[in-house]
């Protein structure tokens, strides 16, 4: 961030600062279905990468409340499909949880998802500030052909693309 410029950052998007923005809020993330692959006691861990992981990509942002402010310690479940398009439920496989630092921020290592049958590539997610309800939704690639014939897929929920296998999004939680 620019020391000289304050930001205002809303679903994924950074937005110049403005006086009016003081009195106006962050809006909430979408939530979307866990789907039927959702497993609890994952491993706490920041790199979702296993031994010869292709298509690796990062994926940055923060948690922040409705009026804009970082939620520290927030907790982030992440699981996706493998590079077949299959999920794992025997194991952990391409699943993990992690805690945001004090400004909010998360850093998950990964990769590039397969396309699940009948939906567009996506991350699902789950997020919750400390002692609040959780959200849970869905990640998904921007330009993805696939996104135009998937039921469910918003474009509000689309990852924002720096560079290749580099990818940025803030969710908006109650806080």
């Not at 020391?3 to 993330?29: D, E, K, W, Y």
């Not at 979408?30 to 992981?53: A, H, I, M, Y």
Request: aromatic share 8%; proline share 7%.
């Amino acid at each position: 961030m620019i020391p000289h410029r304050r930001r205002i950052l809303a679903a994924g998007l950074a937005l110049p600062f403005a006086p009016q923005a003081l009195a106006q809020s962050c809006v909430r993330t979408v939530s979307q279905t866990e789907g039927p692959f959702f497993k609890t006691d994952t491993p706490l861990r920041s790199s979702l990468l296993e031994k010869g992981s292709r298509t690796r990509l990062v994926v940055a942002g923060q948690v922040l409340s409705a009026q804009c402010r970082p939620v520290a310690n927030a907790l982030l479940e992440f699981w996706h499909a493998d590079e077949s398009g299959e999920y794992d439920n025997k194991g952990y496989r391409y699943r993990g949880h992690q805690h945001a630092d004090a400004q909010g921020r998360y850093r998950l290592e990964t990769i590039i998802p397969a396309e699940y049958p009948g939906r567009a590539r996506h991350i699902h997610v789950k997020v919750q500030a400390p002692g609040r309800r959780v959200l849970t939704t869905q990640l998904y690639f921007p330009n993805d052909p696939t996104n135009r014939r998937d039921g469910i897929y918003r474009a509000e929920l689309e990852m924002k693309l720096s560079k290749p296998g580099e990818g940025a999004f803030d969710f908006v939680v109650d806080a």
